[in-house]
């Protein structure tokens, strides 16, 4: 029974991640059009780009090979198996100790490595400078968050991300110095991860600067849908990871009542969505980076994450 | 059931020995490759399976012998340990793939007689230096391990480069052995106890314990290609054919580390705990510049050499990380750091060989190393792309093969230091941390940018638009490999298990058994901790991947169309429009280079109306070059100089020297005691 329970839990969280990642990207969408006065899109109306992309034939250069064809589809597994991994309405998942933190963002980069493989397929210019901007990018960004994992994972004495957020829910944490710095450096992260403003546009496609979107831009069709799914994902998968680390009130505790669950799920979506208006503010309120201001950027999130870390291990208290 | 002692792996080295003289003998003949490389893949092979009946019917026992050679009355003594078997394991291992391998690409060679006798004696040496027992027999087949793979660095010798790098080589492989023999002086003390036992049993001071420490840091890093001491190893490794390269690289350098922990971890005692400081930031430099030095790369060889003196670094990491642990009497944490280094070493062994001769296959099909002049490859050759693909990933440390999981070890262990007494540890550990989260990420980075400009992409060239599937021997060699990084990625319990005894013997703990944890999770520590498990991770991306593409094919829509590339609207047929090796390193360069590399790009525009073309130069150096060596050899070509007058003394002025010479030793002798 209460495999069946727990069962029950992980597949409804994977089905939660993969149903509010589209509304969450077009309810940021909204939030910016609103913010620039503009009518702006539905909320829906990533679901239905989605559905009809899916519905199109996929265009193929005459060379491209059969990673291009593969890759949508481990971009959006490997990022979805991450995301299903974050606790987010309850803790205690099922398959919570298939990966701790550290597999979670290798896991992410996993499916990095592929779409940045994907971009070179084809052969042409915009294709390149994508993938390897995007890897200039994570070379940085890969470290700044596995530093913010270390200080997590020292105050909370793991990496299981099910006992972290359960450590932090819990009175003995409090306010730590290193705990600010690692969510300053995490959120930092979280921006360029996702290709947000300031150090990626997600709106544009003829920019020089672009990255994410000029690796994609051979895509069409159902491996567009397939990609544009997984962008989707991960800003889910980082706001949870934010919410459920540092805003960790309202998760239901493992083996808890329906009641708990509901107000889990009310308080995540709550979460989310002011992650969600947050962010939309402050990409509105912030122009777009010098593609080489980024390392400058996220050399700023890496030294957080060091001094976080390098705190801790010279005192505990901190 | 009948015993297995050392003198049966001693048989199979003199077996190698035998091949190589009677390769000496076959000379230039058209059978010579396949005898050759068959009779070394049988007798690896033999010493493998001989290996692990061994393992299996008498764990935990160790073999000696001693033979009636070398040094009279003393001969030559041989073990075999826990460590010993792990790195017999390696070494026979990589030999019999590399064989395989040579089944196929030896056909190619041009010069066979240079390469064959070479190879089977450079198997048999690197199998003495892991049996070896005590001092002498150890040195001896170091360094005739050193000088066979130095001839076979040189078998292209009319090639400049294949002789400079012959040159460096041996430079640093004496100055190498010097520093071992040095140690091994002061370790057997002035009763002169050559027995690897003698020297464990003898107490040895503080002081001489460091000097041995930088000793084997000098002797045995300079074979692993520890920074500074790497520089031959861009250079030499490739120069030779690639089943020999990945020989060197995958299996020699652990050889070398063999040596170190052997020393280090057994014979040495308890060093200061400066020494795992020392050696937790050599390695975290180590790691961080290799990785560096490959992304600069556009030889693809040279690219896997230089990505070997990261995995070196790693390694080096977590051995220091165990040797902390060890003297803070931390067992449990110390138990995790070695594991995670030797199962890094193992997995080193693997991918790169496996990646060296993806390399070798590509040189084989197009006669081409740059990556320049590459692309496309994997239209021409789908099977070669798909296990050097394999490679990529792995060494890149994601999940779910096997580079992640040392990967992962390693990070485990660093969390586990903030509990070491001193203070200086508690601030290189999270530097060093940081360092090694850099250049696995670079790593990825790195690896992107060798397949993709490798195999992705347009033909770069004729020779890379008409290349060829390799023969089916390279194949089997390079899938057997691939199928092996994925097996210990997804059943990683089973080689930490694998590697328990030798842990128990070096740094005195053992990680809990992990093989019976449900569903074939790692949990090092303990499971609140930390887990993780390669299997699921494997299986659930397979389920999602395979039913996502199932239910788009099923339910949406599976048509596809082919059309030219859209480029945004502008395609440019012509090839040299792509990205190359070097613009895809460039973002990398501009953030990282000007510090490491002293990095210059200098733009020659023509003004106006001037038809010529415009140029592009980059200045990389290696400043390890610059500050160490380029003194150093400009000190001896100074000295050299000054000391040539001494060439052309009369008779009377030489014999007033040497009396000269005499007394000053007499002084000297005098005054010392």
């Known amino acids: ?318 | 059931m009948a015993t297995i002692d050392v003198s049966f792996f001693l048989w199979g080295v003199a077996g190698l020995l035998i091949v190589a003289v009677a390769a000496v003998a076959l000379g230039r003949s058209a059978a010579a490759s396949n005898l050759v490389y068959t009779a070394t893949f049988v007798l690896s092979a033999a010493m493998l399976v001989m290996l692990g009946l061994h393992l299996i019917s008498a764990p935990g026992t160790v073999l000696k012998t001693t033979l009636p050679i070398g040094l009279p009355w003393i001969g030559a003594s041989f073990k075999l340990d826990s460590l010993s078997a792990l790195f017999l394991g390696v070494v026979n291992f990589g030999g019999a793939m590399a064989s395989l391998y040579g089944l196929g690409y030896g056909r190619h060679e041009e010069a066979p007689h240079r390469v064959l006798p070479f190879f089977a004696a450079f198997l048999a040496c690197m199998n003495l230096v892991v049996l070896a027992d005590d001092a002498f027999a150890f040195l001896l087949s170091w360094e005739f391990m050193s000088l066979a793979s130095w001839a076979l660095v040189v078998s292209h010798h009319r090639s400049q480069a294949s002789l400079r790098a012959g040159f460096i080589y041996l430079v640093m492989a004496s100055f190498g052995t010097l520093s071992l023999l040095l140690a091994f002086g002061l370790l057997a003390g002035p009763a002169g106890g050559y027995g690897f036992d003698t020297i464990r049993d003898m107490p040895h001071g503080p002081m001489v314990v460091a000097i041995v420490f930088v000793l084997m840091l000098l002797g045995a890093g300079s074979k692993a290609g520890l920074v500074p001491l790497h520089v031959w190893l861009p250079l030499a490794h490739p120069a030779a054919p690639s089943h020999v390269s990945a020989l060197m690289s995958g299996v020699m350098t652990k050889v070398a580390i063999y040596g170190f922990i052997r020393v280090v971890f057994d014979l040495l005692g308890e060093p200061a705990w400066w020494s795992s400081a020392v050696l937790i930031m050599l390695g975290g430099i180590t790691a961080a510049l290799g990785i560096l030095y490959a992304l600069m790369e556009t030889d693809l060889k040279r690219l896997l050499a230089c990505s070997t003196i990261e995995n070196i670094g790693v390694i080096f990491v977590s051995l220091g990380l165990a040797l902390a642990f060890r003297s803070g009497g931390m067992g449990l944490a110390a138990a995790l750091a070695f594991t995670a280094a030797l199962f890094h070493i193992l997995n080193h062994s693997v991918f790169k060989s496996l990646l060296f001769f993806g390399a070798g296959a590509v040189i084989n099909a197009t006669g081409e190393r740059d990556m320049e002049k590459l692309g496309g490859l994997i239209h021409r050759m789908p099977y070669t792309s798909f296990a050097f693909l394999i490679g990529c990933v792995a060494i890149s440390a994601l999940p779910p093969l096997n580079g992640f999981v040392s990967e992962w070890l390693t990070f485990q262990a660093i969390l586990q230091s903030p509990e070491l007494p001193q203070w200086g540890l508690k601030i290189i550990v999270p530097a060093v941390g940081g360092l090694l989260a850099l250049s696995a990420a670079l790593a990825a980075a790195c690896f992107v940018r060798a397949f993709g400009i490798t195999f992705l992409g347009r033909a770069r060239s004729d020779v890379a638009a008409k290349a060829g599937e390799v023969d089916r021997f390279s194949l089997l060699a390079m899938f057997v490999l691939a199928a092996l990084c994925l097996a210990a990625g997804i059943l990683p319990g089973f080689v930490i298990d694998g590697l328990a005894p030798v842990t128990h013997a070096f740094v005195g703990g053992s990680l809990p058994s992990q093989a019976h944890l449900p569903w074939l999770t790692i949990a090092p520590i303990a499971e609140t901790r930390s887990s993780y498990n390669g299997l699921l991770v494997f299986l659930f991306i397979a389920i999602a991947g395979w039913g996502a593409a199932f239910a788009v094919h099923n339910f949406a829509s599976r048509r596809v169309r082919r059309s030219a590339a859209w480029d945004c609207g502008f395609p440019d047929p012509r090839p040299q429009t792509q990205y190359s090796a070097s613009s895809f390193a460039q973002p990398v360069r501009r953030v990282f280079g000007s510090l490491v590399f002293r990095a210059r790009e200098t733009v020659d525009m023509p003004p106006p109306g001037d038809l010529r073309a415009a140029r592009l130069t980059i200045e990389v150096r290696d400043l390890a070059w610059d500050w160490i060596y380029t003194p150093i050899s400009v000190g001896i070509a100074f000295a050299a100089v000054r000391l040539n007058r001494l060439q052309f003394l009369t008779i009377r002025q030489y014999l007033s020297l040497v009396f000269l010479a005499l007394v000053t030793l007499l002084l000297v002798l005098a005054l010392w005691t």
């Open chain 1, 1 to 318: 029974m209460d495999l069946i329970r727990a069962l029950l839990i992980q597949g409804l969280q994977m089905a939660v991640v993969l149903l509010l990642a589209p509304l969450l990207t077009g309810f940021v969408r909204k939030i910016k059009a609103r913010l620039t006065r503009r009518q702006g899109a539905s909320v829906i109306q990533p679901y239905r780009d989605l559905i009809r992309l899916l519905r199109k034939e996929a265009v193929l250069a005459d060379n491209a090979s059969w990673l291009f064809r593969v890759v949508p589809y481990l971009v959006f597994a490997s990022t979805w198996v991450a995301a299903a991994l974050v606790p987010t309405f309850g803790g205690g998942l099922l398959f919570s100790w298939t990966a701790d933190l550290i597999a979670i963002i290798a896991l992410l980069g996993f499916g990095r490595f592929f779409l940045a493989l994907a971009g070179m397929d084809i052969g042409t210019s915009f294709g390149g400078i994508g993938s390897s901007r995007e890897m200039m990018i994570a070379s940085l960004a890969e470290p700044a968050m596995l530093l913010t994992v270390f200080s997590l994972a020292l105050v909370a004495g793991s990496t299981q991300l099910s006992t972290v957020a359960a450590l932090m829910s819990s009175p003995e944490v409090g306010l730590r110095v290193s705990l600010g710095m690692a969510l300053v450096a995490l959120i930092m992260v979280a921006i360029a991860e996702n290709a947000r403003i300031p150090v990626d546009n997600p709106a544009t496609h003829l920019e020089l600067t672009m990255v994410h979107e000029a690796m994609v831009l051979e895509y069409s069709g159902r491996h567009l849908a397939m990609i544009e799914f997984a962008s989707s994902l991960k800003l889910v998968l980082y706001l949870s990871l934010i919410g459920c680390i540092f805003i960790p009130w309202g998760i239901a505790a493992p083996g808890a009542g329906l009641v708990d669950y509901l107000i889990g799920a009310v308080a995540y979506v709550a979460k989310i969505a002011v992650g969600a208006v947050l962010l939309a503010v402050f990409e509105t309120s912030i122009a777009k980076m010098r593609v080489f201001r980024v390392p400058d950027f996220l050399g700023a999130a890496l030294m957080l994450g060091l001094l976080g870390t390098l705190l801790l291990f010279v005192s505990r208290s901190l």
